[in-house]
């Protein structure tokens, strides 16, 4: 599918940040409907019809996303289909919202996820970090939440509002050892 041209405009964001070509004091902003178009462009490439309907809505320093989720297909796409009990579980399509709050400063940044709700079930505390830990970190065992990550290509900082989000470019880092 051809992108958007909101979403060829974020791509093209993207792509300066990560060739590390902008100078430092730089500000990147990546508008609401940029971000929406990109995700919409980048779930229909990427997971096999498993995602649809991806929206993000932003506010200072938070977002909550939506999205209707087949969890057999997106598992199976990716060619690790789930076992029986969890395919009885999660078939069909689900109504997947979460809810997270980000904050960043001097090159590192933390992403906390409030709550996750399927299908209008609400999952905080504990529950979620059970969700967190044997569901979501065995399939992406490089993400980081709750816990501070080195953000990378050269952005010091972010900041989200209803409108956009805002990456601040920094000096040059030293590659990691």
């Known amino acids: 599918m051809a992108a958007s041209p909101?979403?060829?405009?974020?791509?093209?964001?993207?792509?300066?940040?990560?060739?590390?070509?902008?100078?430092?004091g730089s500000k990147v902003v990546l508008t609401s409907g940029e971000i929406n178009a990109y995700l919409a462009n980048l779930m229909e490439e990427e997971t096999a019809g498993g995602v649809r309907k991806p929206k993000v809505a932003?506010?200072?320093n938070r977002a909550e996303g939506s999205a209707t989720v087949d969890f057999v297909k997106l598992q199976t796409g990716k060619g690790k289909?789930?076992?029986l009990f969890l395919s009885l579980l999660l078939r069909g399509e689900h109504d997947l919202g979460v809810r997270v709050r980000g904050k960043s400063g001097g090159g590192t940044?933390?992403?906390?996820?409030?709550?996750?709700?399927?299908?209008?079930?609400?999952?905080?505390?504990?529950?979620?970090?059970?969700l967190l830990e044997?569901?979501?970190?065995?399939?992406?065992p490089d993400i980081k939440i709750g816990q501070p990550f080195q953000l990378r290509h050269n952005v010091e900082r972010f900041e989200?509002?209803?409108?956009?989000?805002?990456?601040?470019?920094?000096?040059?880092?030293?590659?990691a050892k």
């Open 6 to 24: 909101e979403a060829a405009s974020f791509q093209r964001k993207l792509e300066g940040i990560e060739n590390e070509t902008l100078p430092a």
């Open 58 to 60: 932003l506010g200072t």
């Open 81 to 83: 289909p789930p076992g």
């Open 109 to 130: 940044a933390q992403v906390d996820i409030d709550e996750v709700s399927i299908d209008g079930l609400v999952i905080r505390g504990r529950t979620l970090e059970l």
């Open 134 to 140: 044997y569901y979501l970190m065995p399939r992406v």
């Open 160 to 175: 989200a509002t209803p409108d956009g989000v805002t990456l601040f470019i920094g000096p040059k880092r030293p590659a």
